[in-house]
């Protein structure tokens, strides 16, 4: 079975850093994607991990952990338009399969 | 130049109709996939199309019917459609199933149907 989990919601205060875990269990691994998704929007795509470690783009980080099922996603800086939801997915083996998790929606205070 | 276009952006329809919902892609991707998100936020697949081929058709009632006519399209009929349908249907492509070739998603479909 597939089984995606991440806290449901997060707040933080605009300029800090927050990090949006997931943890994950599937048949297969072939990538773990993050995805942004603001309300009423399509998501799109912030960053991806295949191998163990740290993966940095600008304001955003995303850390994988392929033994413990783990991965993280590191804001920092953080500014109003980055409330949204964020969404962690696993890709399976045969790469046509995206499992997504429920998602975590981040609300950035003034 | 709009990547992944859907058609209609909102449909508000009876229980019991047929409806389609179509998708458009310019992006010379391969693959093709079609997503319900819920009320909860939660986004599922529900089947994938790799040059016109069926990849990927999960759990998803057969009233639910994907045609693929070219790669560049994947259009989405529903018969008999019922309250729990309601839902955003969203589409997406992709080029290659490896690597960081991540999908793109279209603007979504809100259907409700009443």
């Known amino acids: 079975g597939q089984n995606i989990d991440q806290p449901t919601e997060m707040t933080a205060t605009e300029g800090a850093i927050v990090q949006i875990n997931c943890t994950y269990q599937?048949?297969?691994?072939?990538?773990l994607f993050w995805y942004q998704q603001h309300a009423g929007e399509a998501p799109t795509f912030l960053s991806y991990?295949?191998?163990?470690g740290l993966e940095e783009k600008g304001r955003f980080s995303s850390f994988l952990s392929r033994s413990k099922g783990y991965s993280y996603l590191l804001l920092k800086e953080l500014q109003m338009k980055d409330s949204a939801s964020y969404l962690c997915?696993?890709?399976?083996?045969?790469?046509?399969?995206?499992?997504f998790g429920p998602g975590t929606r981040l609300s950035v205070l003034p | 130049d709009t990547a992944v276009s859907q058609t209609p952006k909102y449909l508000v329809t009876q229980m019991g109709n047929d409806k389609s919902i179509k998708c458009e892609q310019n992006?010379?991707?391969?693959?093709m996939y079609w997503y319900k998100q819920d009320s909860k936020k939660f986004l599922k697949i529900m089947f994938s199309?790799?040059?016109?081929?069926?990849?990927i058709n999960e759990t998803v009632p057969n009233r639910f019917s994907p045609k693929s006519p070219d790669k560049a399209h994947l259009n989405l009929h529903i018969n008999s459609l019922e309250l729990g349908d309601s839902a955003v249907y969203f589409c997406?492509?992709?080029?290659?199933?490896?690597?960081?070739?991540?999908?793109?998603f279209g603007p979504g479909t809100r259907l409700l149907v009443l």
């Open positions: 997406a492509s992709s080029q290659a199933v490896s690597g960081q070739e991540t999908q793109y």
């Open positions: 599937t048949s297969g691994f072939n990538g």
């Open positions: 991990n295949v191998l163990d």
């Open positions: 997915a696993v890709r399976g083996i045969y790469g046509q399969n995206f499992v």
């Open positions: 992006l010379g991707h391969d693959t």
């Open positions: 199309y790799n040059n016109k081929e069926l990849i």
